[in-house]
């Protein structure tokens, strides 16, 4: 949470440095596209849509007009720190656009509700009006069909990254890389902290089984020294009732070294892990 808030103030400050109007932005006022014009090229380029959708669009870029124009002067979109001519745009952007929000939110079909069927067959108009305003708003293809639209080749790169986010469309890709490198380098500083107790845990499962193997090898030879004590006879040698019990025997013995082997690498697997994770915990408290 400190890192990104250290992030955005920085970010901040990279633009309140940066902020400030060239002669290339000076000259570019006089490209701005007055409100009726805008108006008219999208309506003229509407084909097809809606009137909410019109409507929509129309919203939207005169929204990126005043956005771009208004972080020329300022970062923060102060529109005080602007030129006359420039505020005086600003304002009839402003104003263009609250005709048209007012004239859509009076419509009827503004206060209607718009269920799961209106939205999955695409009928809910006031969801209409609101996505073609975000996407005219906001979006780069929009920025870039509005800057070919209005201004010459040199400026319309400056124009698009005027469009973003606090007014730079590339500090906020930087911002954004920024924050995604905080949190992946928080999210590993938090794995770290619970590799310890994850290790730990999952070590307590082979030196169970270790020790269980352990007791089971244990109980086999215990079974193995009974009959042989049972069963030798006064000159030190082990009698079988056949042969069969013979083999049975030699298997029974060969059992419990296998289980007795298994068990003990098992049980080292579980050391190690514990030391694995010791290790860590040592090396997550320097």
Same mark, same amino acid.
């Given at each position: 949470?400190?890192?990104?808030?250290?992030? *955005?103030?920085?970010?901040?400050?990279?633009?309140?440095?940066?902020?400030?109007?060239?002669?290339?932005?000076?000259?570019?006022?006089?490209?701005?596209?007055?409100?009726?014009?805008?108006?008219?090229?999208?309506?003229?380029?509407?084909?097809?849509?809606?009137?909410?959708?019109?409507?929509?669009?129309?919203?939207? %870029?005169?929204?990126?007009?005043?956005? #771009?124009?208004?972080?020329?002067?300022?970062?923060?979109?102060?529109?005080?720190?602007? /030129?006359?001519? #420039?505020?005086?745009?600003?304002?009839?952007?402003?104003?263009?656009? %609250?005709?048209?929000?007012?004239?859509?939110?009076?419509?009827?079909?503004?206060?209607?509700? @718009?269920?799961?069927?209106?939205?999955?067959?695409?009928? @809910?108009?006031?969801?209409?009006?609101?996505?073609?305003?975000?996407?005219?708003?906001?979006?780069?293809?929009?920025?870039?069909?509005?800057?070919?639209?209005? =201004? /010459?080749?040199?400026?319309?790169?400056?124009?698009?990254?005027?469009?973003?986010?606090?007014?730079?469309?590339?500090?906020?890709?930087?911002?954004?890389?920024e924050r995604r490198e905080a949190g992946r380098a928080d999210?590993?500083?938090?794995?770290?902290?619970?590799?310890?107790?994850? +290790?730990?845990?999952?070590?307590?499962?082979?030196? @169970? *089984?270790?020790?269980?193997?352990?007791?089971?090898?244990?109980?086999?030879?215990?079974?193995?020294?009974?009959?042989? =004590?049972?069963?030798?006879?006064?000159?030190? !040698?082990?009698?079988?009732?056949?042969?069969?019990?013979?083999?049975?025997?030699?298997?029974?013995?060969?059992?419990?070294? !296998?289980?007795?082997?298994?068990?003990?690498?098992?049980?080292?697997?579980?050391? +190690?892990?514990?030391?694995?994770?010791?290790?860590?915990?040592?090396?997550?408290?320097?």
């Open positions: 949470m400190k890192k990104t808030i250290a992030l *955005m103030i920085a970010l901040l400050g990279a633009q309140a440095m940066s902020a400030h109007a060239t002669v290339e932005d000076t000259a570019a006022l006089a490209h701005y596209p007055q409100p009726d014009q805008v108006r008219s090229d999208v309506l003229a380029s509407a084909g097809n849509a809606e009137p909410e959708e019109i409507a929509g669009r129309q919203a939207g %870029r005169l929204m990126m007009l005043h956005g #771009a124009l208004a972080h020329t002067w300022s970062s923060s979109g102060n529109v005080s720190q602007a /030129p006359p001519p #420039a505020r005086e745009l600003l304002e009839a952007y402003s104003q263009a656009y %609250r005709s048209i929000d007012e004239k859509e939110r009076a419509e009827p079909y503004w206060r209607e509700k @718009c269920g799961y069927l209106a939205n999955l067959f695409d009928t @809910c108009r006031r969801k209409r009006f609101t996505y073609e305003f975000q996407h005219f708003k906001t979006s780069v293809q929009a920025a870039n069909d509005t800057a070919q639209l209005y =201004f /010459p080749s040199e400026y319309q790169d400056r124009f698009v990254d005027l469009t973003g986010v606090g007014g730079s469309r590339q500090r906020f890709a930087e911002y954004q890389s999210e590993h500083r938090s794995f770290r902290k619970k590799l310890p107790a994850l +290790l730990g845990g999952l070590s307590l499962i082979p030196l @169970c *089984m270790g020790f269980a193997l352990f007791g089971m090898a244990r109980r086999i030879g215990t079974s193995l020294k009974r009959y042989e =004590f049972d069963n030798t006879t006064a000159g030190g !040698v082990v009698e079988f009732s056949s042969f069969e019990a013979s083999q049975a025997h030699e298997r029974k013995q060969a059992l419990q070294k !296998v289980i007795a082997n298994i068990g003990y690498l098992v049980f080292v697997v579980g050391v +190690l892990g514990l030391g694995g994770a010791v290790g860590v915990l040592i090396a997550n408290s320097q």
